[in-house]
């Protein structure tokens, strides 16, 4: 299974808790006003990846605490993203998972009532970092995130209770 990405780094700071491999998925439908990465939109754009290629990258980065699927929007490839999610998790090497999505918490359940897809990349997913970015609530010192209206949930409590549940 291919994936369609934006491009990778390999050893970031800040996506999320630790040094993590980031991959940017190409393709996202939310238009969010000064969008920070505008040339992730185009579903056409960036390139290809095979799921063991990347897989490939993981393995060969050293003092890696985790993966962050980032984009783009990693939900407008739901499919590829969860089975290579699915596929990490599988190497039992203690990856953790932080997935930024543009909608809300609340929208991707409904929205695995639909499509199953939707709730494995959920259940894969450690910290879902949700919500579009707003300009209006931009702030720089927020960690991992850059308006005050994202929330860092906590995905397997938030899944256990049907309702997000924050990380403070
Ligand atoms: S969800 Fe992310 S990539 Fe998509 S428009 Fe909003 S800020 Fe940009």
Redesign the pocket.
């Known amino acids: 299974m291919n994936l369609r990405i934006a491009g990778t780094v390999r050893e970031s700071v800040v996506d999320g808790p630790g040094v993590r491999l980031v991959i940017f998925g190409q393709g996202?439908p939310?238009?969010?006003p000064e969008?920070?990465?505008?040339e992730?939109?185009d579903p056409n754009g960036g390139r290809e990846e095979t799921i063991e290629d990347l897989l490939n990258i993981l393995k060969s980065t050293l003092l890696i605490k985790g993966i962050t699927f980032s984009?783009?929007?990693p939900f407008y490839q739901v499919d590829a993203f969860a089975t290579l999610g699915e596929k990490v998790k599988a190497m039992g090497k203690g990856y953790d998972i932080v997935t930024?999505?543009?909608y809300l918490f609340e929208e991707l359940l409904a929205l695995s009532e639909i499509n199953k897809d939707y709730y494995r990349l959920l259940e894969i997913t450690d910290l879902l970092v949700d919500g579009?970015?707003l300009r209006e609530d931009k702030d720089l010192a927020l960690a991992f995130r850059?308006s005050r209206n994202q929330r860092v949930i906590n995905v397997k409590a938030s899944l256990k209770v049907g309702e997000a549940v924050l990380v403070s």
């Open positions: 996202c939310h238009q969010c969008c920070h990465n505008p992730t939109h984009g783009g929007e930024y999505t543009g579009p970015y850059g």
